[in-house]
T-cell receptor, first 114, second 115 residues
Framework: AQSVTQLDSQVPVFEEAPVELRCNYSSSVSVYLFWYVQYPNQGLQLLLKYLSGSTLVKGINGFEAEFNKSQTSFHLRKPSVHISDTAEYFCAVRNQGGSEKLVFGKGTKLTVNP | GAGVSQSPSNKVTEKGKDVELRCDPISGHTALYWYRQSLGQGLEFLIYFQGNSAPDKSGLPSDRFSAERTGGSVSTLTIQRTQQEDSAVYLC?????????????FGEGSRLTVL
């Protein structure tokens, strides 16, 4: 069965600083990878996804992530964060083929301080 | 409607009572998912439906939990004899199955508090 580990439960940063949120996954088959974001008091929404092709994927709000198959990682990055990026970020994995179940990590709470 | 709709948004119940949570997915979405979100635990998968059948219900924590979907649309999650550890936000999501994009559209959740 697939699983996801988000290594940091909380990440505090200052505005305009770069940030990296780490995600590692485990699966016996090829996977699709996703990052979802949950802003305070809102539902989850898709930030970006990796299905195939280029390992560097770009999402909304200036975020990007890089798929590294050898390290089974899919870290999320942004070169310069804003106060409005304060949210909880969830990495998720789904096996290619088979069940359509999407398995989420426990989330990383990003807090951007002025 | 335009998005996934869940009701009630908040439910407070006493230990031992049964509760029903409802999810109305986006029109035309054939796949429907239930997750549970607890503080510090992230999103815990409960069950997913493809049409009216549930190919994967491996995440239901006990036989007190059940879910059904009728008409390929509305789904109900039922928790019998609620316990305090059932307190959480229950999230529903839907997707256009078969596209393999994996994008789930989430509702805003039903917050359950068991006293």
């Amino acid at each position: 069965a697939q699983s996801v580990t988000q290594l940091d439960s909380q990440v505090p940063v200052f505005e305009e600083a770069p940030v990296e949120l780490r995600c590692n996954y485990s699966s016996s088959v090829s996977v699709y990878l996703f990052w979802y974001v949950q802003y305070p008091n809102q539902g989850l929404q898709l930030l970006l996804k990796y299905l195939s092709g280029s390992t560097l994927v770009k999402g909304i709000n200036g975020f990007e992530a890089e798929f590294n198959k050898s390290q089974t990682s899919f870290h999320l990055r942004k070169p310069s964060v804003h106060i409005s990026d304060t949210a909880e970020y969830f990495c998720a994995v789904r096996n290619q083929g088979g069940s359509e179940k999407l398995v989420f990590g426990k989330g990383t709470k990003l807090t951007v301080n002025p | 409607g335009a998005g996934v709709s869940q009701s009630p948004s908040n439910k407070v119940t006493e230990k031992g009572k049964d509760v029903e949570l409802r999810c109305d997915p986006i029109s035309g979405h054939t796949a429907l998912y239930w997750y549970r979100q607890s503080l510090g635990q992230g999103l815990e998968f409960l069950i997913y439906f493809q049409g009216n059948s549930a190919p994967d219900k491996s995440g239901l924590p006990s036989d007190r939990f059940s879910a059904e979907r009728t008409g390929g649309s509305v789904s109900t999650l039922t928790i019998q004899r609620t316990q305090q550890e059932d307190s959480a936000v229950y999230l529903c999501a839907s997707s256009r199955s078969g596209t393999n994009t994996g994008e789930l559209f989430f509702g805003e959740g039903s917050r359950l508090t068991v006293l």
